[in-house]
């Protein structure tokens, strides 16, 4: 997969206001662009997040109907956390896949990365597919926050479900099913 684009910086000429919350850092801050333009933005610092689409040996993968408080509804989405601080892409959604899963994988490729919302925020997302699974007889425990149901799903049902629109798919989920497609040739 290609790299994501070499920075170009704009120039921070001062911080309007900031706001922590649990795992992101809101910014409004004056710029000057690479164009020469001095604009004022709304920014969310993100520390990074990984994403697996984790497939069994029987070609099912493992995906997750998750609610998302911010839109209120149950997504299909595919196991994904964000990064610790110091920790790598590929570490992270290792832990990640056994807690939010019950499966380890020992085969690991990498999907590149993406820019979910580059309009308003700096997170990347590292993209895997994890092969060779193994059911974990004690999982880790997860995040109390989660609430999630573990699903096998069919390949065709997975391209159904995206084509037709009739169960709500997070597009990180969509681009890395694309992604992991063109790698195994399907």
Known sequence: ????????????????AALD??????ELNRYALPSGLEATFGVIRHPGASLAVPLLDDGRVVILRQYRFAVACRLLEFPAGTLDAGEDPLSTMERELQEETGYAANRWDSLGALLPCPGYSDEVIHLFLARGLTPLEHPPAGDDDEDLEVLLMEPARLDAAIASGDEALDAK??????RARQLLGL
Do not use: C, D, H
């Open 1 to 16: 997969m290609a790299p994501l684009p070499a920075p170009e910086p704009s120039r921070q000429l001062e911080t309007i």
């Open 21 to 26: 919350a649990r795992k992101i850092r809101f």
């Open 173 to 178: 989920s969509v681009t890395a099913w694309y």
